[in-house]
């Protein structure tokens, strides 16, 4: 009996940034709604499960502008691990799939460094990264 391979290639075409804060993820998206003139809004948790069958739940906040650009704010960390194993130091990740053009990767890192909460944010390059499949959601 022949065997079936479904090989799917993924585009990680988005800006993805890494946060350090301290603070409740719901502190951190009204103030970063505030910087980015978004509102983003808590959605369902995204859930995964780890090798071990163990389920993993990340919040999740989002916003989709007029121009069609979509803003996900995504926990890092839950009780049972991390959606980004290989970047622990992240407590969240900010996803910045851009369909008009109009903010640019340093553009972002530079208003997310205005923010008082944020204590460090850095560009992660998806397209390298082991889980990169957890973003794909």
């Known amino acids: 009996m022949a065997r079936l391979v479904l090989d799917i290639k993924y585009d990680y075409d988005f800006i993805l940034v890494g946060i350090a804060c301290h603070h409740k993820e719901y502190r951190l998206c009204h103030d970063l709604n505030n910087l980015l003139s978004t509102s983003m809004a808590r959605l369902t948790d995204l859930e995964l499960v780890d090798k071990k069958n163990h389920v993993l739940a990340f ?14 704010l995504l926990g ?10 290989e ?4 407590d969240y990740l900010l996803m910045v799939n ?13 208003t997310l460094k205005l923010s008082k909460l944020v204590l460090a944010a850095f560009a992660v390059e998806a397209h390298k990264l082991k889980s990169k499949e957890n973003l794909i959601f």
């Open 98 to 110: 851009m369909v008009s053009d109009s903010l640019s990767e340093s553009e972002l890192l530079k």
């Open 76 to 85: 890092n960390k839950c009780p049972k691990g991390f959606l980004l194993p």
């Open 87 to 90: 970047h622990k130091q992240f």
């Open 59 to 72: 919040t999740h906040y989002a916003f989709q502008n007029s121009d069609g650009d979509q803003y996900d």
